[in-house]
């Protein structure tokens, strides 16, 4: 008989257990700090040696209710008993109806749109990309330069980084394009990017030819990047104009990170698909397309599906997470904890001349690390704060074309002195990263 408590006793520490990862794990998996989790709550987790983090990563954004939250282990609980997997291409149940009825409503916001769901993110854009080429019967899709939209190989061809993410992996997928995104602190202006795009309209692929624009309304892995609502209007008048689907990617900024319940709504605007995952989940694997009743019912039927996709235990637990975000004062606390992250972090630039930019919106923000003499990229010193960090006890990621970009994202449940803490702790990774402190 499999003794877990025995193998828990065994592998009793970080290193003991990383070593186990190293001989088992392959090296394309990277795991960003040299620790174990055993447990989490909030915002906060512990690891294998009873050490204390407060968690400003979140599964990658994926935590926006903390972990280990009640609603959700209650809901997930109650469904347990009930079914935990039946395979809706096989039998439909009321969850995944639910949370469609659901979805539909807070995207649609009175048209009337439809939902299907999935397991991953990466699983969602490359259905969103199938809806989008059946519904205009066009082959062309438009991606930009530092998006992040996955790790499966059309999501590879979407995302705008070469390293890490492409290596060797090609060749990639055909009719991918790509323009320049937004980026002030690096004289990327909006109009560039406008040019840009009408560029490609005239030499590589006329604009009747192309099925969609994707765009994330913030960037995420490419540096916590925001579009201005102007930005976003104009691609919405552009792609009407010709035929063009906007998907929205909010992957990881949906569900109340930017302080809406999603980005697109900062812009005022209605994309034709939108493309979910991670904190909708509260933790559980599920992700989703919801978009236009029209546009998503030109698959014909067993054009989509996958075998775990709306699982009956992510369906309750995404149920009772949109809950906790409707019903609860989340996307306030959002608004809130991002204005006083914002300005300590402002506080922190003037003290640092390290930091180059401080960028976000509501609980997604983010600061751009330079050397301060030549104003490049600096990623060895990002990497320093990170880890300088982590030994004090808050756990970071970096992201950025250049990696040298610190993200956070913190749970929304993070109390104000769990954000001053970690603050605290930030001001001291820099100075110990910077050399100010021994």
Known sequence: MHNLLAEQQTFSDNALLLDARAENVPRGIVTAHPIVIAKGKGSEVWDVEGNRYLDFVGGIGVLNVGHSHPAVINAVTEQLQLVSHACFQVAAYPGYIELAKRLN?????????????????????ENAVKIARAHTNRPGIIAFDGAFHGRTLLGVTLTGMSQPYKQNFGPFPG?????????AFHDISEADCLKALDTLFAVQILPERVAAIIIEPVQGDGGFLPASPAFMQALREITTRHGILLICDEVQTGFGRTGKMFAFQHSGIVPDLVTVAKSLGGGLPISGVVGKAAIMDAPTPGGLGGT???????????????????????LERSNQLGEQMNAR????????ACIGEVRGIGFMQAVEIIDFETKHPDAALTQKILDSACQEGLLLIKCGLHRNTVRFLAPLVTSDSQLEEALHIFDIALARATGRLG
């Open 105 to 125: 409503k807070l995207v649609g916001a009175g048209e009337e749109f439809k939902s299907v769901f999935f397991t991953s993110g990466a699983e969602a854009v």
């Open 175 to 183: 009719d991918i394009y790509r323009v320049p995104f937004p980026n």
């Open 308 to 330: 775990y996709g709306g699982n009956a235990l992510a369906c309750a637990s995404s149920l009772a997470v949109l809950d906790l975000l409707e019903h609860g004062n989340l």
């Open 345 to 352: 972090l402002q506080q922190l630039a003037d003290k640092y």
